[in-house]
């Protein structure tokens, strides 16, 4: 199984390369190609994971259409054969891995939202026993559940190396109102989320949201809740200690290594990449009840 970490698509406007995605100018919309590049510390890994792009792409539809009443979102369509005819000699590439989109004026935030102490809120916490500068109570875990979900900020910052906010300065960067705004819609989305997944036996631990104007309208952008965007822990077998579905598999990996971050990331080991792509693929299942046609 081969991953596609580059897609040759000459002949249409580039409008941004993302570490995980490409984006191409439609006018009025956008086509955003999901790769199976992996990023991890900032970094993109020299190894993709198969198909990877593809499950992104189908677990962030399946939540964009299930939380259309909470948020407003960027999809029109996830389906090439409703793609505009320009894209029609693309298709073969295209398919399954592309969503067209409406175009946005990004808001420039991590919209965070964390029910659980882990990444780097499990980091902060054991160093200093806050988590973006608020004091917890002491004797938590790392996984331990807080009281209530908590938005944690960070700035989507061009060269990659994004800078932990407080809410007071996503007002002072994105506005009063419209931080009130994708506060309370990011809460809602992770509280709705966690609902869902948890009926399945899947627990929400984390997420990140993005948001754009179209307009004067704030609706959601990019991706939504993906073992890329998002930390999800089950128990494989009733009783088994809790496994991470999600990326955090991939960092894991890479801190228990000894890569220092500075140097230039490794090539992934085959099993690695194996067990990566099993665990989105059954993220996705538990998830949506469903194996996607084009892995069965
Ligand atoms: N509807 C939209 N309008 C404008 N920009 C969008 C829209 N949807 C997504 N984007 C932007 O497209 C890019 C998606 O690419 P990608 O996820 O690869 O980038 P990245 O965020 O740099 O990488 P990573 O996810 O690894 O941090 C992001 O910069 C995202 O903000
Ligand atoms: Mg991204």
């Given at each position: 199984m081969q991953a596609v970490t580059s897609l040759d698509i000459s002949g249409l406007e580039v409008f941004s390369k993302g570490k995980v995605r490409d984006l191409y100018d439609l006018g009025e919309n956008l086509l955003v190609v999901a790769s199976d590049r992996v990023s991890a510390f900032d970094y993109v890994l020299p190894s993709g994971i198969p198909d990877k792009g593809k499950i992104l792409t189908a677990l962030s539809s399946f939540w964009f259409k299930h939380m259309e009443n909470i948020s407003e979102h960027?999809?029109?369509?996830?389906?090439v054969e409703e793609f505009p005819g320009s894209l029609k000699m693309y298709q073969d590439v295209l398919r399954h891995r592309s969503m067209l989109v409406k175009k946005a004026r990004r808001i420039d935030i991590e919209c965070i939202v964390r029910g659980y102490l882990a990444g780097s809120a499990w980091k902060e916490y054991s160093a200093s026993g806050t988590v973006a500068g608020c004091e917890l109570p002491g004797g938590l875990k790392e996984n331990s559940k807080l009281e209530k979900p908590i938005f944690t900020p960070s700035t989507k910052a061009d060269d990659g190396h994004d800078r932990n906010i407080t809410v007071s300065e996503m007002r002072d960067i994105a506005g009063s109102k419209p931080t009130e705004e994708v506060m309370a819609t990011s809460v809602r989305l992770f509280e709705e989320a966690s609902v869902f997944a948890g009926a399945r036996g899947v627990t929400l631990l984390d997420t990140k949201f993005e948001f754009g104007y179209l307009d004067e309208k704030i609706i959601l952008i990019d991706e939504a809740l993906t073992p890329d965007s998002s930390r999800f822990l089950v128990e494989e077998k009733s009783g088994s200690e809790p496994v991470n579905l999600d990326k955090q598999f991939i960092r894991d990996f890479l801190e228990g290594m000894g890569?220092?971050?500075?140097?230039p990331p490794p090539v992934l080991p085959d099993h690695v990449v194996t067990e990566c792509r099993r665990r989105y693929l059954m993220l996705f299942e538990r998830l949506t009840g469903e194996i996607p046609q084009w892995a069965r």
């Open positions: 960027h999809l029109i369509t996830d389906r890569w220092d971050k500075d140097s």
